[in-house]
């Protein structure tokens, strides 16, 4: 015997010595309480199309907090250390190459939505 049969075996002899449990009842099928149909273990056909709109409407919901959210919290304030930039000015006549492009979304307040390259990404997401 298999440990499976072995273990059905087990039971169906533990639940006989309690009592109640006969042989022939433990091989029938359930029957229906108070005119109701007998439950079955048949799971019904999903609908892709609904389950796919079911969970992208609710990402939206879950995500849209997350793109609003602020992520500097002394944006705005005389503590906050975003608000400096650092610019580096070459010699050869290029353009200067700062940090307040990245920092000022951060230091107005703003969330990812507002950064440079995560922003366009970000808009992709539903919410």
């Known amino acids: 015997?298999?440990?499976k049969t072995t273990?059905?075996?087990a039971a169906l002899?533990?639940?006989?010595?309690?009592g109640g449990v006969t042989a022939q009842a433990a091989?029938?099928?359930p029957a229906a309480l108070d005119g109701l149909p007998a439950p079955t273990t048949h799971l019904q056909n999903t609908d892709a199309q609904q389950?796919?709109?079911g969970t992208t409407s609710a990402l939206g919901y879950a995500v849209a907090p997350v793109k609003?959210?602020?992520l500097d919290p002394w944006a705005g304030s005389g503590a906050d250390v975003l608000n400096n930039g650092v610019a580096v000015v070459p010699d050869n006549g290029v353009a200067p190459?700062?940090?307040a492009p990245l920092t000022s979304p951060l230091s107005g307040g703003g969330g990812p939505k507002d950064l440079p390259l995560a922003g366009p990404l970000l808009g992709v997401l539903p919410g």
């Open 13 to 18: 002899g533990a639940a006989m010595l309690l």
């Open 1 to 3: 015997m298999t440990r």
């Open 27 to 29: 091989h029938a099928e």
């Open 68 to 70: 609003e959210l602020r």
């Open 51 to 53: 389950a796919l709109t």
């Open 97 to 99: 190459v700062g940090t």
């Open 7 to 9: 273990g059905a075996v």
